[in-house]
């Protein structure tokens, strides 16, 4: 008789300090299957964080450091967004709430496009930009930044990904990021990129 297969390493369980299910989703599927991640919505009598910060690494310490003192082992946030060179880095750190408290993607989405009406295709840079943090009992233990430069759309393309997804052109293609397949997409997001540095570090922790 075979013997026994051995146990089963169980997924090293991380803590996200968000309520956004799609952001918990993406970042699950690029960090795989040896990764458990939760998020605050598993929580919820944890505290709002604030972002009063105005950077994306304020903000993502601001929410890491918050969680990580109600929650125990580490805690990772992300703050990201999208930066039009025609709007003067609009809408940044306002990514979320461009439009508005309470606005939703869409709304946000359809703020840019009208704001940028007439801009011509070779001023359309832009580029979506990531800072994660990662923070324990309250202090942050590191940082890492992603970025990933392309070209802004004039129109909705796409139903994949979620926020501004779908009027983002990632230099080298003519596809949003809202038409590409997410195995593209993460291949090369500025999330994807943020978390390739945060494996890095956490494989060296180990």
Known sequence: MQSENPAVAKPTPIFLATRNRHKTREIQEMLGSGVLVTDATTVPELPEIEETGTTFEANSRLKAEGISRHVPGIVLADDSGLEVDALSKEPGVYSARYAGPGCTDEQNTALVLEKTVGVLHTERTARFRCVLAVAENGVTLATFDGTVEGILA?????????GYDPIFMPLGYSETFGELSSEVKHGMSHRSRAL???KQWWAARQ
Do not use: I, M, S
């Not at 004039?154 to 979620?162: C, K």
């Open 154 to 162: 004039t129109e909705v393309r796409g139903a994949g990904g979620f």
């Open 196 to 198: 390739a540095q945060f």
